[in-house]
T-cell receptor, first 114, second 115 residues
Framework: GENVEQHPSTLSVQEGDSAVIKCTYS??????FPWYKQELGKRPQLIID?????GEKKDQRIAVTLNKTAKHFSLHITETQPEDSAVYFC?????????????FGKGTHLIIQP | KAGVTQTPRYLIKTRGQQVTLSCSPI?????VSWYQQTPGQGLQFLFE???????NKGNFPGRFSGRQFSNSRSEMNVSTLELGDSALYLC??????????????FGPGTRLTVL
């Protein structure tokens, strides 16, 4: 089955700096890669996703890049703000037209220092 | 539209008991997936239901089961509870109207504590 590794487990950055979280996956058939943000005591919420037919996707301060050859994808957050503090999860799955089970990384606790 | 709802939000059980958790997806969503979240193992996929059929299953023992009703509401059941089953159980619904509609919307979760 799929295996997703996520690094780092904790990331502390100064407010206004950029943050990068990296994930690798094992199953070359995986074609859908979402990123979720989970604040303390709340549900995971999708912040951005990418499919295997594109290499990069951007939404305001958030971007995701995908390297299919190396089987890794990364989340980039620019101009970090205090509200960006949360746990971020990457995930991967093969989607053949249905909501197949997501395999998640272990999460990155992002801390934004004022 | 109302979001994904889960009941109950909190549950305390003792070892050996069984428990049933409920999930109501977003209106129009036909797929419901269940996940277990623990500090040690993170988020792990349990199973996914679509049109009342289990389509995908994660690596959990047979004590974990589920079902989906014709209105897409889903339940999951855990029998013979163990201490290690203490976790946050999350369900997620997805539209699955066409290829590419993969986005899964999570409910608030049910916090299960096994004593």
């Amino acid at each position: 089955g799929e295996n997703v590794e996520q690094h780092p487990s904790t990331l502390s950055v100064q407010e206004g700096d950029s943050a990068v979280i990296k994930c690798t996956y094992s199953d070359s058939a995986s074609n859908y890669f979402p990123w979720y943000k989970q604040e303390l005591g709340k549900r995971p919420q999708l912040i951005i996703d990418i499919r295997s037919n594109v290499g990069e996707k951007k939404d305001q301060r958030i971007a995701v890049t995908l390297n299919k050859t190396a089987k890794h994808f990364s989340l980039h957050i620019t101009e970090t703000q205090p509200e960006d503090s949360a746990v971020y999860f990457c995930a991967a799955t093969y989607s053949g037209g249905g909501a197949d089970g997501l395999t998640f990384g272990k999460g990155t606790h992002l801390i934004i220092q004022p | 539209k109302a979001g994904v709802t889960q009941t109950p939000r909190y549950l305390i059980k003792t070892r050996g008991q069984q428990v049933t958790l409920s999930c109501s997806p977003i209106s129009g969503h036909r797929s419901v997936s269940w996940y277990q979240q623990t500090p040690g193992q993170g988020l792990q996929f349990l199973f996914e239901y679509f049109s009342e059929t289990q389509r995908n299953k994660g690596n959990f023992p047979g004590r974990f089961s589920g079902r989906q009703f014709s209105n897409s509401r889903s339940e999951m059941n855990v029998s013979t509870l163990e201490l290690g089953d203490s976790a946050l159980y999350l369900c997620a619904s997805s539209l699955v109207d066409r290829v590419g509609d993969n986005e899964q919307f999570f409910g608030p979760g049910t916090r299960l504590t096994v004593l």
